[in-house]
């Protein structure tokens, strides 16, 4: 894999993640990719310490693996106090019973960086859950 990819986010450069077994971005937008959730864990491991302004999650990545690894980085990170510094979580997923659970997990991740990260008024993190393919 490549290093993360960026694009024009309004003055500076954007980071975009995508994991997904299958799709990609039909409007050509620039993103590091990920097709397993090990590859997944992998590239937010390397993004540790960087902003990302986009994160896209689908739930059933091909035979038996799921999204669940990289969502408990997430939710580890989380409650280890040391929270990803993530600005979109985008869950998309033809799976609605696997995206419910993904939003639940990450709402209560959120919840407690919410409670350990008062003070810092610019950290603001939203989710978007989507039944469709629609990126």
Avoid at 22 to 35: E, I, K, P, Q, T
Avoid at 42 to 69: M, N, S
Avoid at 72 to 82: P, Y
Wanted: with cysteine; hydrophobic share 40%; aromatic share 6%.
């Amino acid at each position: 894999m490549r290093g993360p990819a960026s694009s024009s986010y309004g003055n500076r450069r954007s980071r975009i993640i995508l994991v997904d077994d299958l799709r990609s971005f039909v409007d050509g937008r620039s993103a590091d990719v990920a097709r397993t959730s090990a590859a997944g864990v992998e590239l937010l491991d390397r993004c540790r310490d960087q902003r990302l302004d986009e994160l896209w999650l689908d739930h059933d990545l091909g035979e038996d693996d799921t999204i669940w690894p990289v969502v408990e980085v997430l939710e580890r990170a989380a409650f280890d106090g040391r929270p990803l510094d993530v600005g979109v979580i985008n869950i998309h997923s033809a799976n609605p019973v696997g995206a419910t659970k993904m939003a639940l997990g990450r709402f209560i991740a959120l919840h407690h960086l919410v409670k350990a990260d008062r003070a810092n008024a610019n950290s603001a993190a939203y989710l978007f859950m989507s039944g469709g393919s629609g990126h």
